[in-house]
């Protein structure tokens, strides 16, 4: 009879512990973020940066490509990072909280006369079977859009995947896109 007690524990502590585990290991297999952030200038001299972040598993990969004049002078740059625990949570953590798991769309346009710098940001993300695209296109000029919470969230995560890259690689900056 004690041994079927102690079997009967042993299960018990065994099914308790998948328990815990699964839901994290489960929320880290179904998690994939993929981020662009496009900073334009239309001129006589047009030219662009795209800044991409890609997650998954492990890893953070990042890329920085520019278009237009004086391209060929910046050749693409492409890093790969390793996330922690911890930096999985809080990315997870952002996407919730902010409300980024969801699609919407935000534009505005420029105003008549404006000089031509403008901003695109792209969230693409997945999280436990739920999906989200966040698109935000607006002239670097569009003050007012700093006080909208889906631009707020997708600001503050954007920062946290440069806080991830910035361990190991603090020449990697974030430029603030309203100006």
Same mark, same amino acid.
């Given at each position: 009879?004690?041994?079927?007690?102690?079997?009967?524990?042993?299960?018990?502590?065994?099914a308790?512990?998948?328990?815990? #585990?699964?839901?994290a290991?489960?929320?880290?297999?179904?998690f994939?973020?993929?981020?662009?952030?496009t900073?334009?200038?239309?001129?006589?001299d047009?030219? $662009?940066?795209?800044?991409?972040?890609?997650?998954?598993?492990?890893?953070?990969?990042?890329?920085?490509? !520019?278009?237009? /004049?004086r391209?060929?002078?910046?050749?693409?740059l492409?890093?790969? !990072?390793?996330?922690t625990?911890?930096?999985?949570?809080?990315l997870?953590e952002?996407?919730?909280?902010?409300?980024l798991l969801?699609?919407k769309?935000i /534009?505005k346009s420029a105003?008549?006369?404006a +000089?031509?710098?403008?901003f695109?940001?792209s969230i693409?993300?997945?999280?436990?079977g739920?999906?989200?695209? #966040?698109s935000?296109?607006? +002239?670097? $000029?569009?003050i007012?859009?700093? /006080?909208?919470?889906? !631009?707020q969230?997708?600001?503050l995560l954007?920062?946290?995947?440069?806080? #991830?890259?910035n361990?190991?690689?603090?020449?990697?900056?974030?430029?603030?896109l #309203?100006?």
């Amino acid at each position: 009879m004690q041994v079927s007690l102690f079997r009967l524990a042993r299960y018990v502590s065994l099914a308790a512990l998948c328990l815990v #585990i699964t839901p994290a290991a489960f929320a880290q297999k179904d998690f994939a973020l993929n981020v662009s952030v496009t900073t334009s200038e239309h001129s006589r001299d047009s030219s $662009s940066t795209t800044k991409t972040f890609r997650v998954s598993a492990n890893t953070l990969w990042y890329e920085e490509t !520019y278009q237009g /004049a004086r391209a060929s002078r910046h050749p693409t740059l492409k890093k790969e !990072y390793e996330l922690t625990a911890d930096d999985r949570a809080k990315l997870v953590e952002l996407l919730k909280d902010k409300s980024l798991l969801r699609t919407k769309t935000i /534009a505005k346009s420029a105003e008549p006369g404006a +000089p031509g710098r403008d901003f695109e940001i792209s969230i693409t993300a997945r999280l436990n079977g739920k999906r989200g695209l #966040i698109s935000i296109k607006a +002239p670097r $000029s569009a003050i007012a859009l700093k /006080a909208d919470p889906l !631009y707020q969230g997708s600001v503050l995560l954007i920062g946290e995947l440069y806080r #991830i890259i910035n361990r190991t690689d603090p020449d990697i900056t974030f430029d603030e896109l #309203i100006k």
